[in-house]
């Protein structure tokens, strides 16, 4: 890799941390800001365990875990897109087929084919989580109900609290990380340079 080549991937690696930081304090702020107006209704509580207290909802607990929270996600982006080069040809164009393939530890040498692409799936994947959090909560502060309040609350009855809150939030994450795949896998074509789109044949560039 020529000089001029290594200062580009570092303006792109720069740049995607940079616009996702933007991308998740915003996404964030949406999802807080929103508690904030639904939590407003008697009848309607948070429940996401981690972000209440005794007397209920706490903000500024809330912020801290998005703060820290954030730091973490971005240092996970940051490794994603070094181990980047990692990632076969074969899994970024078949980025969503790449999930039939479970493994335990993403750090494993053994599974760096296509674990940076699912690291950098499940990053991409926590903006629009927070979004539809957000959507949830718009919907509870203008109708008292929503759908993913309602299971959650259905869930954490029949569990406790914080088993019904991933029995709904983490298959959904899942799930929006599998549909956000390709999306993980353009980026780490785009920071890579393009070389591998240009060696990907036509008709395999967009499949999943």
Same mark, same amino acid.
């Given at each position: 890799m020529g000089l001029s080549s290594s200062r580009q991937r570092t %303006? %792109?690696?720069?740049?995607?941390? =940079? *616009?996702? @930081?933007l991308a998740y304090l915003f996404a964030s702020w949406l999802d807080l800001f929103t508690t904030a107006l639904a939590l407003? %209704?008697?009848? &309607?509580?948070?429940?996401?365990i981690y972000a209440t207290g005794a007397a209920g909802?706490?903000?500024?607990?809330? !912020?801290?875990? +998005?703060? @820290? =929270? =954030? /730091?973490?996600?971005?240092?996970?982006? #940051? !490794?994603? /897109? *070094? @181990? &980047?080069? +990692?990632?076969?040809q074969h899994w970024l164009a078949h980025p969503i087929r790449s999930f039939a393939r479970p493994y335990v530890n993403p750090w494993s040498r053994r599974v760096r084919d296509r674990s940076p692409l699912h690291m950098a799936s499940f990053v991409i994947a926590f903006v629009p989580l927070r979004v539809l959090a957000a959507l949830n909560n718009v919907a509870i502060a203008a109708t008292g109900t929503a759908p993913l309040g309602r299971l959650v609350g259905l869930a954490s009855r029949a569990t406790t609290p914080a088993i019904g809150f991933w029995l709904? #939030?983490?298959?959904?994450?899942? *799930? *929006?990380?599998?549909? #956000?795949?390709p999306l993980a896998a353009r980026l780490i074509v785009w920071v890579r340079g393009g070389e591998d789109? &240009?060696?990907?044949?036509?008709?395999? %560039?967009?499949?999943?």
């Open positions: %303006r %792109r690696i720069v740049a995607v941390l =940079g *616009l996702y @930081a407003v %209704r008697p009848e &309607a509580s948070e429940g996401n909802y706490v903000s500024a607990k809330a !912020w801290l875990i +998005t703060v @820290a =929270g =954030g /730091i973490a996600i971005e240092a996970c982006l #940051l !490794w994603a /897109i *070094l @181990a &980047a080069g +990692t990632v076969t709904v #939030l983490g298959p959904l994450f899942y *799930l *929006l990380a599998i549909l #956000l795949a789109a &240009a060696r990907m044949p036509p008709d395999t %560039r967009s499949t999943v």
